[in-house]
């Protein structure tokens, strides 16, 4: 955690940012705190100023805070939606965002030059808090402020909801309990305390991670189920029924809710991964869209330039204009719940709505682990792709990131690598549940996983 916090401080101080200062979070893991007072020491050491969260904090509301304290960036100690056993360092830039490819290789070969035996500053806590160099800096209030902004909270109070919410365990426990209460709306808060093994789950607002959400909202016969993951920048939606929308959906629904219910207009910004109902919307609304390999370090760039209205990806996380160019799960809530308040339509009856507007798409993923020597016999595979698949032509092979088989009748299948663990990821979206079932089959047996 020091070499890497030695690297970030080399790269503020060579981008010209240092004089700014550091905002400093963390999340609900084992010694996460620890983590971040240990960064806080060597980038105190190097004679920035550090902002440093008083409590486990969401990484959407460090990554606002960058833009309250106008500081150069900010780092999060996070696993984000990863298993307990993990934690994680986390870059923010000068503008919240995720750190840009070049400025993630800028701090990777500066942690090399550090492993390699430069030295590491760093100046004892209590000692950097005398000189002023550590503040401690509750971004809490202001973030409530910037959600007043986006969204009229007292009318969502006063709506005739009955609301389950799961934290998951993580940062984000309390936050939209608090922005939602003290009003109609009747809220249940699950998983809301501190529980670094997260048991029984992952915290990845996925169907299989919300199970507890999905019995609750059906035995409470609640109107909705809101999820965020273990830093709360990812969000997961459950409907009346207890079923699961898929990250896809949900995000169709946001972008629908900005363009029709709010009237906005800008441009769409979609990783390969996700939906290509955002393309229908597009064409519907007359606004350009964009799309980009998975990660919001290509998205938020494209947002930032674009001035663009979303921006979306498969894991469930999305930002939004006048907010933050990086995902936000729990300002992405709030404007799911807007969306039913505003039509007075349940999360079903959202879904046909918008199937009413684009046809039905249907998504499917699997994960599978696969022996890294195959790697390459595995890419030659795929790299063959078939002519036809069910009948349906191929009319592309995309390897923008993966390989993505896009059909003639607008059907796709995607295989790619994790940059992460020995996991091929096989994607599929279709008109029928049954059809993307047997896509994701068609993709195995093109991987020979």
Known sequence: M?????????????SGLAGRGLVIGYDTRFASEDFAAAAAEVVAGNGIKVYLCPRPTPTPVVSYAVLDRKAGGAVV??????????????????????????TTADIERRIAGILAGQEIKRLHLAV????????????????FQQMGRLVDLDALRRARFKVVIDPM?????????????????EITEINAERNPLFPGIQPEPIA???????????????????????????????????????QLQVFALLCLYLLEVRGERGALVKSLTTTSMIFRLGEIFNVPVHETAVGFKYIAPIMLAENALIGGEESGGYGFRGHLAERDGIVGNLYFLDLMAKTGKTPSQL???????????????????????????????????????????????????????????????????????????????????????????????????
């Open 77 to 102: 100690i996070t696993a984000s939606h990863n298993p307990a056993r993990w934690n994680g360092f986390k870059f923010k830039d000068e503008h919240g965002s995720s750190a840009s490819p070049e």
């Open 351 to 449: 879904i046909d709505y918008l199937y009413s507007k684009v046809g039905p798409h249907h998504y499917q993923r699997v994960d599978l682990h696969f022996d890294e020597s195959q790697r390459k016999a595995v890419i030659a595979r795929v790299q063959d792709a078939p002519q036809s698949i069910e009948g349906v032509k191929v009319l592309k092979l995309d390897t923008t990131d993966g390989f993505r088989l896009i059909l003639a009748d607008g059907s796709w299948l995607l295989i790619r690598f994790s940059g992460t663990e020995p996991v091929i990821r096989i994607y599929s979206e279709t008109d029928s549940p049954e059809r993307a079932t047997r896509l994701l089959e068609a993709g195995r047996k093109l991987a020979g996983v």
């Open 2 to 14: 020091r070499i890497c916090a030695q690297a970030v401080a080399g790269y503020l101080q060579e």
């Open 169 to 185: 365990f993580g940062a984000g426990a309390g936050y939209l309990k608090k922005a939602l209460g003290g009003g109609s709306l």
């Open 128 to 143: 950097a808090r005398q000189q002023g160099l550590v503040q401690d800096y509750d971004p809490e209030p202001a973030f």
């Open 208 to 246: 299989a991670n919300l199970t507890r959400l999905s019995a609750t909202v059906r035995e409470t016969g609640a109107s909705v189920g809101l999820a965020t993951d273990g830093d709360a920048d990812r969000m997961g939606i459950v409907d009346e029924n207890g079923r699961f929308l898929t």
